[in-house]
């Protein structure tokens, strides 16, 4: 009744419009609150853009996160890079050995993993590792009520907490990028010398063929690159948390996430700045 009822002003009727359906209403919910939330980081970067000048933040903080992203990152990227190198191995040894090209496996597969897999692996491996951490170390924090009383005591947490993590995070992800390029060649070698029977030497010549100095550059800038991805987003959605363990958790997985399509996004954009015809 009261969705049918008619309010007159003058003799013209005035009907209540009708309600959105259900999937427009939470699809504009959510375009809200994705505006909300670029509001916010563009927010949260100025203000940690700010403190800088106002207080640096101190090269042993940012040392202990460096030490924090190798000793938390450096096993998983092994474990998952050594698979991947000989997973890459096998699928080029494959698609060669059908026009009977299979001694150049080695060509194909190293600058697939120097230029692409190594520094995307390690980047990947960072933020579901050392970013999931740093998120959850912050997002504790901040409903503690920590970061809040530091606030009160005029002590900067973006100076102190959150700069040293985002550094830390820039100078490992390409020290783990490296060593996911490294593990993923040694599992290629594996692969191709030990069970397919490719001689070393061959293998090895692939790298004088197709690797070249500036494929390093692109190495280390993509892990420079991701390591600010994953440092802004723990710090970020960590800052962000609220409502107890079940908030940690939840921006602990919006982290995480946010990271993994950030990362594949800059990886493709480098690409096609570095790679483009």
Same mark, same amino acid.
């Given at each position: ?37 670029? %509001? ?35 096993? =998983? ?33 190293? =600058? ?27 997002? %504790? ?20 907490? *959150? ?10 992800? =390409?020290?783990?990028? $490296?060593? %996911? ?21 061959? *293998? $090895? ?39 107890? =363990?079940?908030?940690?958790?939840? %921006? ?26």
């Amino acid at each position: 009744m009261a969705d049918t009822r008619v309010a007159l002003e003058g003799d013209v009727p005035i009907t209540r419009a009708p309600a959105l359906p259900r999937p427009l209403r939470a699809l504009g919910k959510r375009a809200r609150s994705a505006k909300d939330g670029v %509001a916010e980081l563009v927010l949260f970067l100025s203000d940690l853009v700010s403190s800088i000048a106002i207080t640096r933040p101190r090269l042993r903080d940012i040392l202990e996160s460096l030490e924090q992203v190798l000793s938390i990152g450096w096993r =998983p990227v092994v474990f998952v890079s050594l698979p991947i190198g000989m997973t890459f191995a096998l699928s080029f040894d494959s698609l060669l050995g059908l026009i009977g090209m299979r001694s150049l496996g080695s060509v194909g597969l190293v =600058p697939a993993i120097v230029r692409e897999a190594g520094p995307l692996f390690g980047g990947i491996v960072a933020a579901a590792t050392v970013g999931s951490a740093f998120a959850a170390d912050i997002g %504790a924090r901040r409903v503690r009520d920590e970061i809040s009383g530091s606030e009160v005591m005029g002590v900067s947490p973006r100076a102190r907490l *959150y700069l040293p993590r985002i550094l830390g995070s820039m100078l490992g992800c =390409p020290i783990l990028g $490296l060593y %996911a390029t490294i593990t993923a060649l040694i599992g290629g070698f594996l692969l191709l010398v030990l069970l397919r029977g490719v001689s070393a030497g061959v *293998y $090895l010549n692939g790298f004088g063929v197709i690797l070249r100095t500036g494929d390093i550059v692109v190495l280390v800038a993509k892990g420079v690159l991701y390591g600010l991805v994953v440092g802004i987003s723990a710090c970020f959605f960590g800052d962000r948390a609220k409502g107890g =363990p079940a908030g940690v958790a939840a %921006a602990t997985r919006a982290s995480i996430i946010a990271s993994f399509a950030v990362i594949a996004l800059v990886g493709f954009i480098v690409n096609q700045i570095a790679y483009a015809p």
